[in-house]
Every structure is written in C-alpha cells, then in structure tokens.
C-alpha cells in the first residue's frame, strides 16, 4: 500500500473554528453500518489513512498494542458469520419475549455485505510485563486499543466509509478463525465499506430500540449521585 498519510508538521497546529465545527459534524455524523454496504474495494490509499488514524490513537506507555487484521477472504468471512449467527441465536433467546421479536428484526452485522472486515487487536505482551502507566490496571492496553478503534471509526466516516462493530460471538470461535495466539486479545470486529446514504441517527434510536440520554443525565458533580 502506498503511504499517503500527511507527513507530521514541524511544530503543532491551532484550531479554527471552522476546523472545530467540522470535527463536532464529523463525531456527530459517524454511524455504526449494518445493512448498507456497496460492494466495491476501499482504495489502498482510502485504507491507508483510515489505519494511519487508527494508528495514531493514544495508548498506555506509548505501548501501541494493536494490530489489524484486513480480512476480505469470503470463506473465512463465511466462516465468521457463522460464528455470529450461532451466538446471535443465543442472544435472541435470552430477550424477554415481548422484546425477542423486536430484536430479531434488527439487523446487527454487515459481516458478508462489507468488502472488508478488520479486526483489531490487542498484543498484550507487546512491552512485556512492566508498562508505564499500565502497572496497576492491566486492561490499559485493551483501552488503548479502543481508542484506535475509535480513531479509525471517524477517519473512516471522513473518507465516507462505514463501519459497523460486530461483538457478537463466542471468543474462542472467533480466535480459533483469525488464529490468534493466546496472548492476543480482540478488541473489535469491524466490517468496512463505502456507504451511499448514512442514518442522521443512530439506527437504534429509529428503530425505537433505545433512545440517546441528554448530557445532564450522565454529568455529575464531584462524587457519584445515585439519584442523578
Ligand atoms: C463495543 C461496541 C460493540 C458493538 C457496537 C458498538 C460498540 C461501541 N455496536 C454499535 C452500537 O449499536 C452503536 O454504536 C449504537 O447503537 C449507537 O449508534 P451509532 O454508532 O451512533 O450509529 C454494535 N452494533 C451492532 O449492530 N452489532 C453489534 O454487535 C455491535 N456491537
């Protein structure tokens, strides 16, 4: 892949509020990608600053602890949507009936639809045993690498390509797939492709699964209030 990601500045840029508008439009706008896929390859350099920005995530001790794995084979695709459809039957099940039905009508993957499929992972022996800032909470490196997964997640909607997060499957199915050694984590299971039209909202949302909390409900003061 050629490397068209823009050569890092001599010094750091200020913001203008133009360049603020577009990134608030950017978070808002991005969306997670079921059903609407069109089948055409992402280019090499599309790609190619899409990982550039996953890769430019923050990460504990500058541990940098992902990989991404590009998967555009259509068996093992195959292979992964079976997995999903195992585990999503199980989860189905376990809705209240009043809600199972609701649930089976939403689609929850584009697995098959997407071009392509990357899955993120966590190395978690990439610094060895001693990381700074990892020393007292071991998960930081999975954190880390949901903030790459995030990265990615908005460089992708600037490039207007979806992305739709899978985590719908046993683990050990999915490793057994992928072949992950033991000390690899998955972080996430995204399917990625270029999208026509975009939900103005969370398809959750329209779908009347689940609304978005106002900001006061989740900003508190100092402590936890539990009757917030
Ligand atoms: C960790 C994690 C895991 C999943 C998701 C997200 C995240 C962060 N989401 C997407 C999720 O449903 C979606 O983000 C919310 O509904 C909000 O919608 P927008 O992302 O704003 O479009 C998701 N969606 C889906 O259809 N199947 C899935 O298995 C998952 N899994």
Same mark, same amino acid.
């Given at each position: 892949?050629?490397?068209?990601? =823009?050569?890092?500045?001599? $010094?750091?840029?200020?913001?203008? =509020?133009?360049?603020?508008?577009?990134?608030?439009?950017?978070?808002? #706008?991005?969306?997670? &990608?079921?059903?609407?896929?069109?089948?055409?390859?992402?280019?090499?350099?599309?790609?190619?600053?899409?990982?550039?920005?996953?890769?430019? /995530?923050? $990460?504990?001790?500058?541990?940098?602890?992902? #990989?991404?794995?590009?998967?555009?084979?259509?068996?093992?695709?195959?292979? @992964?949507?079976?997995?999903?459809?195992?585990?999503? /039957?199980?989860?189905?099940?376990?809705?209240?009936?009043?809600?199972? *039905?609701?649930?089976?009508?939403?689609?929850?993957? %584009?697995?098959?639809?997407?071009?392509?499929?990357?899955?993120?992972?966590?190395?978690?022996?990439?610094? %060895?045993?001693?990381?700074? %800032?990892?020393?007292? #909470?071991?998960?930081?490196?999975?954190? *880390? *690498? +949901?903030?790459?997964?995030?990265?990615?997640?908005?460089?992708?909607? /600037?490039?207007?390509?979806? +992305?739709?997060? @899978? $985590?719908?499957?046993?683990?050990?199915?999915?490793?057994?797939?992928?072949?992950? =050694?033991?000390? +690899?984590?998955?972080? /996430?299971?995204?399917? &990625?492709?270029?999208?026509?039209?975009?939900?103005?909202?969370?398809?959750?949302?329209?779908? %009347?699964?689940?609304?978005?909390? =106002?900001?006061?409900?989740? +900003?508190?003061?100092?402590?936890?209030?539990?009757?917030?």
């Amino acid at each position: 892949m050629p490397d068209t990601a =823009p050569a890092a500045p001599a $010094s750091a840029r200020r913001f203008t =509020p133009e360049d603020r508008d577009t990134i608030h439009d950017l978070i808002r #706008n991005r969306r997670d &990608v079921r059903d609407e896929f069109r089948p055409d390859p992402i280019p090499d350099d599309v790609l190619r600053r899409i990982l550039d920005a996953a890769h430019h /995530a923050p $990460s504990v001790g500058f541990m940098q602890p992902w #990989n991404f794995i590009l998967i555009r084979d259509l068996e093992r695709r195959r292979a @992964v949507h079976r997995v999903f459809e195992a585990a999503n /039957a199980e989860a189905e099940a376990m809705f209240p009936e009043g809600i199972r *039905s609701t649930y089976r009508g939403l689609k929850l993957e %584009g697995i098959l639809k997407a071009p392509l499929n990357i899955a993120v992972t966590c190395d978690r022996d990439r610094c %060895g045993p001693v990381v700074l %800032g990892r020393t007292h #909470n071991p998960e930081m490196d999975l954190y *880390s *690498s +949901v903030c790459a997964v995030q990265n990615l997640w908005l460089a992708a909607r /600037a490039e207007n390509v979806g +992305v739709g997060w @899978v $985590s719908i499957y046993n683990e050990p199915d999915l490793r057994r797939i992928l072949a992950l =050694p033991d000390h +690899v984590a998955i972080v /996430a299971y995204l399917c &990625v492709g270029f999208v026509d039209d975009f939900y103005p909202a969370p398809e959750l949302a329209l779908k %009347g699964w689940r609304q978005r909390l =106002p900001l006061d409900a989740v +900003v508190m003061d100092e402590i936890w209030q539990e009757d917030h």
